[in-house]
């Protein structure tokens, strides 16, 4: 058993639709800080790419102003918003869940 506070850490993370491949990066906090820095991976791991699209659910942090703003600044990146209330929607969802199955129920 795990004693004491459990240390929190965060992922962002995208999953590639043809190849059913997951890219992320981690931080200490959830905020627009990961957000960016996963749209930033994102860009140098598809820097070939003419278009990167992406379809994001309706999370805070990829509307707030400084997401909105970096994402302005990289046309490279076009936003396709799914319906509000549509998880089901949202293929990587399956993953994340797997990933909180995995690791944050493991008591051992």
Aim: net charge positive.
């Amino acid at each position: 058993m795990t004693p004491g506070q459990n240390e929190k850490y965060y992922l962002a993370g995208a999953l590639h639709s043809g190849a059913g491949k997951v890219s992320y990066v981690d931080g200490n906090s959830k905020s627009s800080t990961l957000f960016i820095g996963l749209l930033k991976h994102l860009k140098a791991k598809y820097r070939r790419a003419k278009t990167i699209t992406l379809i994001f659910d309706n999370y805070i942090f990829h509307k707030i102003c400084e997401s909105q703003r970096w994402l302005k600044a990289n046309p490279k990146l076009r936003v396709i918003f799914q319906p509000v209330y549509s998880p089901w929607v949202n293929h990587v969802e399956r993953q994340w869940q797997a990933l909180h199955d995995t690791i944050t129920r493991n008591n051992q």
